[in-house]
């Protein structure tokens, strides 16, 4: 049978510099697939993109091409990756100008996926009735138009597949589910068709387990952490997928890590929602059929998985401005930490109060008490060492957060004494970016795939 | 007996929204029943009480003997809206392994003895 390995080299834009190399070097691999999009990106992309149209992509993406580039192009090794953010043409071009630079501009052959940019359209849409409903809240997106920062469709894997058709070597492209990365080459490799539900949903969740890059080779298990080997030299995860819809997930031999039944579990019920009802651009997949087995070391085998017919929709994120915030942060030390931090917690809420100041939330957090667990996390050591204590707020009104933001800090002077930890200075003003979950139906919105 | 989930179950949580999402698998597949008696929506709506606002919905996922969690209106607005120091949820899975529940003491009897259900390759 067939088989193909496709790696996962960034399970989010920040993760770890080293990965791609390692998954192209240290081993046989056929696709390289990074994940570079989180919601909050694309707003930041958009206004890169507002203030230098050769902006609003993700400029890590080009490093990363000029550290692998010679390595992939002389092993045949093809790169997927979402970096293109809302400008996947520029990233394309800064992409060729590396690859000319290299002396590989003739091997490179660059496929742009485009058309999830939607902003350009909104009005159209609304004109036509299309009101891009909260899908929580039913409310119109005319609620927020006037606050619109970036609006995406997120396409599945077979706008890649086409680009992966026409030859391309390297694909960049802009909004696309992290599954479609992956799903993508099994497609085009093994002649999927679209209504081949069942390899869908296989290749799908073959996609999803390694999505977060090393989530689920050991990094952040919980299942026997300390016994994790070697998370310094940790292995992405490398999909060995087979035509027939089975497939195992495992990883380079010598690097660290863990691949087993548990960590690939805790993987599979991340971010999960109704496990029979995992919907994507391009299936509904199953994780209820998923059978697994541990077939050697750091080998887990998966089988038997279904999936349904895809529904008529594509899913749309847009992102909006919602007001301001800022967080700021104190520690107090022994003896008395935590009731010192209280005190103060105390006095500042009583300062607010005495300015009129409005605010939608004002929190208070107490990092070595309650930040994580709250509640839930009993009562603290009387002899706690230090407790870090953190307040923030936000509002629809900015002066408020700005005044804020300058009443934290008096403190190290004008309440409760050993209290340090203020180097940062007053807390950061931050605009609040708030995100609207719709949908729009597949007949609306059209991929655009192209050369470069 | 009483005993912390901790000993019967690992897990993993996230966010999609304001909702968190807690998916607690049994470390060992003899563990899942008790699991799907004892860590019911009501179980955890109260356990979770103060941080978690809206419903608890629980899916079974009895081929990974596992439990999904959803646990609305627990993330103080989700995402980049949240001033929380985990906006994501990210430690919910371990403050769900805080729980105590009833089991029989047998359930835990050492079991190394036994041949252990290896496959071999």
């Known amino acids: ?452 | 007996m009483k005993i912390q989930l901790l000993q019967l179950a690992h897990a993993r949580s996230g966010d999609k929204g304001d909702t968190a999402n807690i998916g607690l698998i049994a470390l060992k597949e003899e563990y899942y029943p008790t699991l799907v008696r004892e860590v019911t929506t009501a179980r955890v709506k109260k356990h979770f009480r103060g941080i978690c606002k809206g419903k608890v919905e629980r899916y079974e996922i009895p081929n990974l003997h596992a439990l999904n969690f959803l646990l609305h209106e627990s993330l103080g607005g989700g995402g980049t809206v949240s001033l929380k120091t985990d906006a994501q949820g990210k430690t919910y899975s371990t403050a769900m392994l805080r729980m105590m529940i009833d089991v029989p003491p047998s359930l835990l009897k050492d079991r190394s003895g036994e041949k252990k259900k290896t496959r071999k390759r």
């Not at chain 1, 999830?116 to 159209?124: A, C, G, K, N, S």
């Open chain 1, 1 to 452: 049978m067939k088989t193909i390995r496709i790696g996962c080299g960034q399970g989010f834009w920040g993760d770890w510099p080293e990965a791609p190399r390692r998954l192209v070097e240290d081993g046989p691999l056929d696709y390289l697939v990074m994940d570079y999009l989180a919601e909050i990106t694309m707003s930041i992309l958009q206004k890169q993109k507002a203030r230098d149209p050769k902006l609003g992509y993700a400029k890590d993406f080009v490093v990363v091409a000029e550290q692998i580039l010679r390595t992939c192009i002389e092993k045949g090794i093809r790169i997927i990756a979402n970096a293109g953010g809302v400008n996947p043409r520029a990233c394309a071009e800064a992409v060729r100008a590396v690859a000319e630079k290299m002396a590989l501009g003739p091997q490179t052959r660059i496929g742009i996926v485009s058309g999830d940019d939607i902003v350009p359209r909104l009005e159209e849409f609304l004109g036509r009735g299309i009101e891009l409903p909260n899908m929580e809240t039913r409310e119109s997106m005319r609620s927020i138009r006037s606050r619109v920062q970036s609006a995406n469709v997120y396409f599945g894997a077979w706008p890649i597949v086409e680009a992966l058709r026409q030859g391309a070597n390297i694909i960049i492209t802009g909004r696309c589910t992290d599954t479609g990365l992956s799903l993508a080459p099994m497609i085009h490799e093994f002649g999927w068709h679209e209504e081949d539900w069942n390899l869908l949903a296989a290749g799908t969740i073959a996609g999803h387990t390694v999505e977060c890059g090393a989530q689920c080779t050991g990094g952040n298990s919980l299942s026997q952490w300390e016994r994790v080997p070697n998370l310094a030299e940790v292995g992405y995860p490398i999909i060995e997928a087979g035509e027939d819809g089975s497939f195992v997930i495992t990883k380079h031999k010598g690097s660290g890590g863990r691949v087993d039944v548990p960590t690939v579990k805790e993987q599979l019920v991340y971010e999960m929602g109704d496990p029979r009802e995992y919907i994507t651009p391009d299936v509904v997949a199953d994780f209820t059929t998923i059978y697994l087995e541990q077939e050697g070391r750091d080998r887990v085998r998966f089988s038997g998985i279904q999936g349904r017919p895809a529904t008529a929709f594509y899913k749309v994120s847009v992102s909006y401005t919602a007001g301001w915030k800022a967080v700021g942060t104190l520690v107090y030390a022994w003896p008395q930490a935590f009731e010192k931090a209280r005190a103060a917690d105390r006095i500042l809420r009583t300062r607010l109060k005495n300015l009129g100041l409005n605010f939608e939330e004002a929190l208070t957090e107490f990092l070595g008490v309650d930040a994580c667990h709250g509640p839930l996390s009993g009562t603290p050591d009387p002899q706690i060492p230090e407790v870090q204590w953190r307040f923030g707020v936000r509002s629809q009104i900015r002066d408020d957060v700005e005044r804020f933001s300058r009443e934290l800090v008096p403190l190290v002077l004008n309440g409760p004494p050993t209290v340090t930890g203020f180097a940062g200075g007053r807390p950061k003003v931050e605009e609040v970016i708030a995100y609207w979950p719709a949908l729009i139906p597949k007949s609306e919105v059209q991929p655009v795939v192209e050369l470069l």
